[in-house]
């Protein structure tokens, strides 16, 4: 059983490592690539990660999530749109603002992180109400073991 508290600062943990080193593999690839391509850079970096997301998001921030075989499909498709975001942002930034790739990164830093935690939350690793530790008289007082609702998770 874990707190929303500490289940946000493991996110938050493997989110900064992820973050940072998807950074670095872009300033990497950019430097790379013969074009220095941001847009193809940012593709590269994310697809590269991708394993390891999966992993530390499974692993560290949602490991007390019951296993379900279709975990790492929701965990693709989530990170299908977040790809769109990654790319898109960099795309959005670089082509149409003309504006350094290094905004682009710092928009996916903003943008990604938070709708990716209630995402994962609720959706990928479907976290019970069991599996939470809550307010004694809301966890006492459930009728049954359906889904959390963000209400019940504030301490």
Known sequence: MIRLFERVLRYGV?????????SLAVVLVVGWL???????????????LLPVAYLGHRF??????????????????????????????????TEILGRSYLLGIALNWALIPAVNFLIFF????????????????????????SDVGLSELVD
């Open 14 to 22: 493997v989110g900064v490592t992820l973050s940072v080193a998807f």
């Open 34 to 48: 013969p074009t220095h391509d941001p847009v193809l850079a940012s593709g590269l970096a994310f697809v590269l």
């Open 60 to 93: 560290v921030a949602f490991f007390d999530a019951a296993r379900d075989p279709f975990q790492p499909l929701r965990f693709a498709v989530t990170t299908s749109s977040t790809f769109l975001i990654a790319v898109g942002g960099m795309y959005w930034v």
């Open 122 to 145: 609720f959706w990928v690793f479907r976290l019970r109400g069991s599996d939470i530790v809550t307010d004694p008289l809301l966890a006492n007082d459930r009728r049954n073991d």
